[in-house]
């Protein structure tokens, strides 16, 4: 979802959690739809070794729900 509410179901080809640095890298289809500037996004998080737990479980419940055909082709969770 982006600021404006809009909001892309799938549209990621990889999710890369190397310590406190998530990488997303989007289908070309979703930067589109979500008017992203570019395909990959990096977000340097200011968590705790247990918020990085906390957040790798959660990715890892959400980015293998639903469609196996909507799921990332990579994830790298730590």
Same mark, same amino acid.
């Given at each position: 979802?982006?600021? =404006? %509410?809009? /909001?892309?179901? @799938? $549209?990621?080809?990889?999710?890369?959690?190397? $310590?406190?640095?998530?990488?997303?890298?989007? /289908?070309?289809e979703a930067t589109h739809e979500?008017?992203?500037? /570019?395909? #990959? *996004? /990096?977000?340097? *998080? =200011? +968590? #705790?070794?247990? $918020? +990085? !737990?906390?957040?790798? !479980? %959660?990715? #890892?419940? !959400? *980015? #293998?729900y639903g469609n196996p055909q909507q799921r990332?082709?990579?994830?790298?969770? @730590?």
């Amino acid at each position: 979802m982006d600021e =404006n %509410g809009t /909001t892309y179901y @799938g $549209g990621i080809e990889e999710a890369l959690l190397t $310590g406190t640095t998530l990488t997303l890298t989007f /289908t070309e289809e979703a930067t589109h739809e979500l008017a992203l500037p /570019t395909r #990959s *996004l /990096t977000l340097h *998080l =200011n +968590v #705790s070794a247990d $918020g +990085v !737990a906390a957040l790798t !479980a %959660g990715l #890892s419940r !959400a *980015l #293998s729900y639903g469609n196996p055909q909507q799921r990332p082709l990579r994830i790298q969770l @730590g």
